[in-house]
């Protein structure tokens, strides 16, 4: 493990004070400087994890808080959280770990799963341990500027698959857990997660050539923001379309004001600084960015323009071969991610020569079909850790 150093003391500013403390004050400060390598730890800490927010339920792991160097969209080192698990038994010899990239959480620094693990409050909860569950150690990034300071950058496709990548090296590479440092490890996401473990599998041959990686679990990924966006706009879900434009303006340093009226810059205020997913759901639903701008226009149609256009298409996925077997897991009644989406992936990915399983399914709705990724995710996982041939619909 990189040496606790004193970077990242300054980090650490308020004493800790038991596992509670460790989830409020780790991350709250800019550390004032970084270790050498993406993936160094520059400070960890113990912590909890709960299934439920009375915390009655207490997950038989052990779990680290940690903080760890990644990069930016423009390479700049950066310093994000996440959280190492690890369950008490295995039935490998040489512990599996997954890099866990967690669907949308809000914006908020208080959205971080790493805070929302500890509180008993994170949605993800379940698949998380039942990866735990069938042995594997897990490590969820917590992605650039989510319980860091900035604001964070979702949908930032680089962004998100560094951070997923460093953050297995980091599980890696932290000396209190004692796991593998050249074992063997999978990417497993959903929505958001889905995109950024995409991502993940498709920068990993040049960014991190050295992760023995077996295989990618991708869940309704949104490879395809234009499409995405039209279907979220005005939608039950038109909040995820605002922290779009939030967490790439923050990634590409263009300042959103000019286009929002006074109550657009109100709701994106509060998305941003106040409300984690399922509030941010409840309080703003049916949210259609042509109320929020300043001249009427949906915000959609400014994505066909510059500097919006090339943007977008600089976060399309299936333009790099993944050079590890994929499952992509997504529901024919998808609300929020239309199917062909995950299709067009599918299919971008198979003529670049990956080995890729497309799987349908008719859960209804984006958040119920998470169930049906874990379920036939955990046992193709399985087989990918026994180095068995990968099922191809390619």
């Known amino acids: 493990m990189a040496a606790f150093t004193a970077s990242a003391c300054a980090a650490l500013t308020v004493p800790l004070s038991g596992e509670a403390s460790a989830a409020e004050h780790l991350g709250t400060q800019r550390p004032t400087s970084l270790p050498a390598a993406n ?25 680290h808080r940690i903080m760890y ?8 080192a950066i310093a994000v959280t996440g959280t190492v698990l690890n369950p008490r038994t295995s039935p490998y010899g040489q512990r599996p770990i997954v890099g866990f990239a967690p669907g949308t959480q809000g914006l908020a620094d208080k959205c971080a799963p790493s805070r929302q693990l500890a509180e008993g409050t994170e949605y993800e909860a379940l698949p998380i341990k039942k990866l735990l569950d069938e042995g ?20 930032d496709r680089e962004a998100q698959g ?11 590479r932290l000396d209190a857990v004692g796991l593998p440092d050249a074992g063997p490890v999978a990417l497993y996401g959903y929505s958001q997660g889905g995109g950024a473990t995409a991502s993940a599998a498709e920068l990993a041959p040049t960014y991190a050539p050295e992760l ?51 109550r657009g810059k109100r709701v994106t205020t509060d998305l941003r600084d106040n409300l984690c997913t399922t509030q941010a759901l409840a309080k703003h639903p049916f949210l259609n960015s042509r109320f929020l701008t300043v001249d009427g226009r949906p915000l959609t149609e400014r994505l066909q323009r510059a500097p ?9 996925l299936g333009k790099r071969k993944p050079a590890v077997p994929v499952l992509l897991s997504h529901s024919a009644l998808d609300d929020v991610v239309p199917q062909q989406v995950g299709k067009t992936l ?8 990956a080995t890729v399983k497309f799987s349908s399914n008719h859960v209804p709705g984006h958040i119920a079909a998470t169930a049906a990724t874990s379920a036939e ?18």
């Open 346 to 353: 599918a299919a971008d990915w198979c003529r670049r020569g």
């Open 377 to 394: 995710g955990l046992p193709w996982l399985a087989d990918r850790i026994a180095n068995r041939t990968a099922p191809s619909t390619c």
């Open 308 to 316: 919006w256009d090339a943007i977008v298409a600089e976060q399309q």
């Open 162 to 172: 560094r951070a997923v990548l460093d953050s297995v090296r980091a599980a890696q």
């Open 212 to 262: 023995k990686i077996k295989g990618a679990v991708v869940g309704a990924p949104p490879a395809d923001m234009n499409k995405v966006a039209d279907r979220m706009d005005g939608s039950p879900y038109g909040a995820f379309f605002n922290y779009a434009l939030s967490g790439l303006a923050a990634s590409y340093g263009i300042d959103t004001a000019p286009y929002l009226n006074a």
């Open 69 to 76: 160097r990644t990069t930016d969209r423009a390479g700049k």
């Open 136 to 155: 594997y150690a897990v490590v969820v990034t917590d992605y650039q500027g989510l319980g860091t300071p900035g604001v964070h950058t979702y949908m």
């Open 39 to 63: 993936g160094d730890v520059l400070s960890s800490e113990p912590g909890v994890f709960y299934l439920d927010p009375l915390k009655a339920i207490k997950v038989k792991a052990s779990v």
